[in-house]
């Protein structure tokens, strides 16, 4: 799986790296802040776009929940 397409948004104020692969799957990371040594990132990978993203942000705020 090789991503094809990267686009990189605000969503809900966090940033969003949203990458399409190879086989039409999602991967999306989202993040508090860029370029933060300390960063915490969400994760999700979904068939859907948007699901994709909602499993990033929930990720990120258990994550940043766990950490704190």
Not at 1 to 5: A, I, K, L, N, T
Not at 46 to 68: F, G, H, M, P, W
């Given at each position: 799986?090789?991503?094809?397409?990267r686009e990189m948004f605000k969503k809900k104020g966090k940033f969003i790296e949203l990458y399409r692969m190879s086989?039409?799957?999602?991967?999306?990371?989202?993040?508090?802040?860029?370029?933060?040594?300390?960063?915490?990132?969400?994760?999700?990978?979904?068939?859907?776009?948007?699901?994709?993203?909602?499993?990033?942000?929930?990720?990120?705020?258990?994550?940043?929940?766990?950490?704190?």
């Open positions: 799986m090789q991503p094809v397409e086989d039409n799957t999602y991967k999306a990371f989202a993040t508090e802040y860029l370029d933060n040594d300390d960063e915490i990132v969400g994760v999700g990978e979904s068939d859907d776009r948007e699901s994709a993203i909602k499993l990033a942000l929930q990720d990120l705020y258990v994550e940043t929940k766990n950490t704190r």
